[in-house]
């Protein structure tokens, strides 16, 4: 039993992420640290494997608020859904009004907009928290993004820079905006992380299947990009799977791994966002699209039976340099193209829903601790410090520079896909999506004249104002008409 208040922060839920977020907070200076778990052996499991962090271990939830000063803050890190709200009730009930909860799960933003607006009710803060870097990340840095009130920012700032990522002397926290855009946020990280893995996979798919290259030369091939523009940590990992041998079957491991991407739902939501803002993000649609399609055995069991290419372009000798070059330039344009749909989703989402987000941090704060820590992240920085209203990130200069330089061998390689059977979606879609906002006229226009037809949906013109309709089914004349979408 704790007397006195002393833990100026607690964790609530001490599976891997919990526990490694408490060990993280209790090694920054100045923080003591409560803990507690639903089941009982997991915080005695942690108090007895890390008596160096100091934790204020507790077992009841009245136990946990007695032992933090004022304002109360609790971090929840819990299996995200009905264990979230089971834990904020507990927390509610023993709390005061401004005290703050921070939910650090993969919570849906409009979950968190939900609960903010309850807790709030109370006189209580709620901040709904994203938490990139997966164990390792919480145990030694994460790339935090907070939403939730400025009041609660004000006690929480100090305690999340002492534990974030540093990325070039900053720590990689900032409040993303109120009630949900930090899971907003996250979300739409989490989509782009799908988008960039994909790309990486189609990558190394086209080298494999058009050189010919063992998985250890590609390997090599991922470990050279890395030191250029490319320079990441996706990129800096795949070349590490590449290269691991399978102990048991002497193979390359990548080859016994059975080609089925799992996924815990991050992409879908932030697909389903986009169409309901109507914002294309197609690169991590396809990416998610891919992940389905290579999860559906029953469907992939038709491979062998459906025809394929009579073409089997394959690159050799100094051919496949020039091919892997290609490759390589084809990646960072669709890359490119991923990330700048993602920051039009956040920008679309911070719009809708009244959050003053900037971007510029956004990009920054994921420079260190998360999946898509990457370089390349400071361009984007720079773009939106060059033009912070920025409408599309890939028309910032040094994205245009980019294009322009990629562009030829982005489009050799979509070809090169198409023709050899190479399924390249994200690649291909990422182009399409490029070529449609380069067009100066798109059949959208042909589109509006078949909504007319059927459905009397009506139309507007580019020589002047107002709204029309055609009678398509009398004679065909054109008439002023109320809109009709
Ligand atoms: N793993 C990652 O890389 C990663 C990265 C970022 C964010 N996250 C998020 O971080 C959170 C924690 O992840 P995790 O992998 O450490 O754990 P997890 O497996 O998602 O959840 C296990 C924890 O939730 C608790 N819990 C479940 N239902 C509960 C309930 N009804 N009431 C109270 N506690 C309940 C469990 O308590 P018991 O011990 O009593 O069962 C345990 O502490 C999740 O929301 C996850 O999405 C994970």
Redesign the pocket.
């Known amino acids: 039993m704790t007397s006195t208040p002393s833990a100026n922060v607690g964790v609530?839920?001490?599976?891997?992420?919990?526990?490694?977020l408490a060990r993280n907070l209790a090694s920054r200076e100045g923080n003591t640290v409560a803990v507690l778990?639903?089941?009982r052996?997991?915080t005695d499991d942690l108090l007895a494997e890390h008596p160096e962090a100091g934790f204020v271990g507790t077992f009841s939830y009245d136990e946990f608020a007695a032992a933090l000063t004022v304002p109360r803050t609790a971090i929840i890190?819990?299996?995200?859904?009905?264990?979230?709200?089971?834990?904020i009730d507990?927390l509610v009930r023993v709390f005061e009004p401004g005290d703050i909860i921070v939910?650090?799960?993969?919570?849906l933003f409009t979950d968190t907009r939900r609960r903010e607006a309850a807790v709030r009710a109370t006189g209580i803060n709620f901040v709904g928290m994203?938490?990139?870097?997966?164990?390792e990340?919480?145990l030694l840095g994460?790339s935090l993004m907070p939403g939730g009130s400025d009041e609660s920012w004000t006690t929480l700032g100090p305690i999340l820079r002492s534990i974030a990522a540093i990325a070039e002397g900053e720590p990689c926290v900032t409040h993303v905006g109120h009630d949900g855009a930090g899971h907003f946020v996250?979300m739409v990280h989490n989509g782009i992380e799908y988008a960039d893995m994909q790309l990486i996979a189609e990558a190394y798919d086209l080298i494999r299947r058009g050189t010919g290259k063992s998985p250890a030369e590609i390997a090599e091939i991922f470990a050279e990009w890395n030191r250029g523009e490319l320079e990441s940590y996706l990129i800096e990992i795949t070349a590490e799977v590449l290269r691991q041998v399978d102990a048991e079957t002497g193979r390359p491991l990548v080859d016994v791994i059975l080609d089925q991407a799992g996924a815990?739902g991050t992409g879908a939501w932030t697909v389903q966002t986009a169409l309901d803002l109507g914002v294309p993000v197609s690169g991590i649609a396809e990416a998610t699209f891919a992940r389905s399609l290579s999860s559906h055995p029953e469907q992939r069991s038709v491979s062998g039976s459906l025809p394929g290419p009579s073409a089997t372009v394959a690159a050799t000798g100094a051919d496949a340099d020039l091919f892997i070059e290609d490759v390589r330039l084809a990646l960072f344009a669709s890359k490119i193209v991923a990330y700048s749909q993602g920051f039009g989703e956040i920008r679309a989402g911070a719009a809708q829903y009244g959050w003053n987000i900037d971007l510029g941090a956004v990009s920054r704060i994921w420079r260190g601790g998360c999946i898509i820590r990457a370089q390349f992240l400071n361009r984007i920085a720079d773009a939106y410090a060059q033009t912070p209203d920025l409408t599309v990130l890939l028309t910032a200069p040094y994205f245009v520079e980019a294009l322009q330089r990629a562009q030829d061998a982005w489009r050799r390689i979509v070809q090169n896909a198409a023709a050899t059977g190479i399924p390249a979606p994200a690649f291909s879609s990422s182009l399409a999506y490029y070529d449609g906002l380069r067009a100066d006229r798109l059949p959208a226009a042909l589109i509006q004249g078949q909504r007319d037809f059927f459905g009397a949906h009506t139309y507007r013109r580019i020589d002047k104002d107002g709204t029309f309709h055609t009678n398509w089914s009398g004679d065909r004349t054109e008439a002023p008409a109320t809109s009709s979408h």
């Not at 890190?77 to 834990?87: K, N, P, S």
């Not at 939910?103 to 919570?107: I, K, T, V, W, Y």
Request: aromatic content about 0%.
């Open positions: 609530v839920g001490l599976a891997v992420m919990g526990s490694n778990n639903r089941s052996g997991r890190m819990v299996q995200a859904g009905a264990g979230t709200d089971a834990v507990e939910d650090g799960g993969n919570a994203g938490v990139s870097g997966g164990e990340g919480a994460p996250k815990k």
